[in-house]
């Protein structure tokens, strides 16, 4: 039987990154595909993120991030949700070298600036499919 609740998904603006118009097109993109979304806002830190994350009950952490200060946060935040299920994808300015470090870690997916927005609700769409046919889903 499926699961009658809607994907929710998280977006957070971590670090000192003050530009959020990206992040908030997206948050509506997803929105318009059906699922639910929490924005956390602008700097927050991975650990406001991951307390979010757990306390939300969402299905997949998004992080946007353009400052240059991906690799760190993308680490500590995957760190924090060890264990926890929860995919974590980033979007932003992600440098393509950067992107094996970012896999390696345990980044799931990267979209960088200018992905389009079918791309990244396939993505979670197919992500949460898959995670909810597992025998330890949620």
């Known amino acids: 039987m499926a699961d009658p609740r809607p994907v929710r998904v998280l977006v957070a603006k971590p670090g000192l990154d003050g530009h959020d118009k990206g992040a908030k097109v997206v948050v509506q993109a997803l929105r318009d595909a059906g699922m639910e979304v929490v924005y956390t806002g602008l700097h927050r830190t991975p650990a406001e993120i991951a307390r979010a994350a757990i306390d939300e009950d969402v299905d997949v952490v998004g992080l946007s991030i353009l400052s ?16 926890s299920g ?23 997916r990267v979209f960088r600036m200018g992905a389009p927005f079918e791309e990244i609700v396939e993505w979670i769409r197919r992500r949460c499919r898959a995670s909810s046919s597992s025998p330890v889903s949620r």
């Open 68 to 83: 240059g200060a991906h690799l760190p946060i993308c680490r500590d935040v995957v760190a924090r949700l060890a264990g």
């Open 86 to 108: 929860k995919p974590v994808i980033v979007g932003g300015v992600i440098p393509v070298q950067d992107e094996a470090a970012l896999r390696e870690c345990g980044i799931e």
